[in-house]
Every structure is written in structure tokens, then in C-alpha cells.
């Protein structure tokens, strides 16, 4: 991989899956080490974004990730990510975070109500695992948000299910976990492009 006109090698130090999901060839890498090319004076660290990017788009093959994800271009305001799997709500978080908008966690779809209640007019998107514990899932989720709060799109991810299959009754972006961030980030694009 060439960054800034040097060779880099990247070296993926573990890999992660959802703890519903198989063993697959699509696990996300969790770790990488980068060591450029030439004496050991030469080797660097490098902390600059376009580093990230250019690491996240050879490990999760993505062609190209552009700074299109700019919050002031999607529209600002709270993504609310539910999930009951705490590394799959933070790696998203995070994701979304690097892309400059501001996240709110709620662990199942309880939670989540009770922010929206609270606070639906700051959330922009609506980010929900299906398979969840507590009285409702996602989808059932996904549903009372449209009834309740319409201006606020959805976007479902599931290894699982799928929105028809789990009986979400309105239109909803999704995404199949395991994703890639690219997917993650284009799912989110499109989610936003509705609203």
C-alpha cells in the first residue's frame, strides 16, 4: 500500500465478528500495525486522517472514501445507534464519530424509545439492530419511530433477518452485518438522502 509516497505494509493483528454470526471469510479486521518500507529510521507513525482512510479502505476494501460524509452535507443532528452487542455499537460510534457526526448509544430498543422520547427532534437517523432483547426489537422499533416520529429515517442492519422478514412495515434503508465501513458509511449516506 503506498501512503504519502511511501510503501506501508499493514499487518491485521486479530479479527472480529458479531457473536450471532458464523465463522466467516467476511470477519472485520481489529488491529493493523504499519511499518514503511526502508531503514528503521524511516519508520513513522502516522496519525493523519487520510492514514485512516487509506488503512480503511485496503483492510475493508473500500475503492474510495471521500469526505463526502461531511455532517454539514448530510444534515446535522444525533444518530442513534441501537444495538445489544456493546463492541458492535461502539466500532459504529466510532465510525461515525471519525465522519464528524455526534452519536448517541442505547443498548436495546427500550432505551432507544426513551431518548426518542425525549429527544426526537435532535435525531437525524435512526440506526437499529433487529435481534434485540427487551419488549420490543428493532423492528418493532423501527415501526413505532415511523408512526411516532416520520421525519426521522432508519436504517436496520441484521446477519439475521431481514426488514420484511422480521415484519418492519415501512420503507428502511439495510444493511447485512458483517459489513464493511464503506457499507456502513454509504448505508448511512443513503439513509440521510431519504430524509
Do not use: Y
Not at 64 to 69: K, R
Not at 163 to 191: C, N, Y
Request: proline share 6%; net charge negative; with cysteine.
Amino acid at each position: 500500500m503506498d501512503v504519502h509516497g511511501r510503501v506501508a505494509s499493514v499487518k491485521v493483528t486479530g479479527c472480529w465478528r458479531p457473536s450471532k454470526a458464523p465463522p466467516s471469510n467476511c470477519d472485520l479486521p481489529i488491529a493493523a500495525g504499519v511499518e514503511f518500507s526502508g531503514a528503521a529510521s524511516l519508520i513513522e507513525r502516522e496519525t493523519s486522517a487520510s492514514l485512516g482512510r487509506a488503512l480503511a479502505s485496503q483492510l475493508m476494501g473500500v475503492s474510495e472514501m471521500t469526505d463526502s460524509m461531511d455532517r454539514n452535507e448530510l444534515g446535522a443532528g444525533i444518530i442513534l445507534v441501537v444495538d445489544d452487542e456493546p463492541i458492535i455499537r461502539e466500532f459504529v460510534c466510532e465510525i461515525l464519530q471519525d465522519e464528524g457526526f455526534e452519536t448517541v448509544q442505547a443498548a436495546d430498543a427500550d432505551v432507544a424509545k426513551a431518548f426518542l422520547d425525549e429527544r426526537a427532534g435532535e435525531v437525524c437517523l435512526l440506526l437499529t439492530d433487529i435481534l434485540m432483547p427487551g419488549s420490543m426489537n428493532g423492528a418493532e422499533l423501527s415501526n413505532l419511530s415511523h408512526e411516532l416520529w416520520p421525519q426521522i429515517p432508519i436504517l436496520v442492519m441484521s446477519g439475521h433477518e431481514t426488514p420484511e422478514s422480521s415484519g418492519v412495515a415501512h420503507p428502511v434503508t439495510f444493511i447485512r452485518k458483517p459489513w464493511t465501513i464503506g457499507q456502513m458509511l454509504d448505508g448511512v449516506e443513503k439513509a440521510l438522502g431519504r430524509a
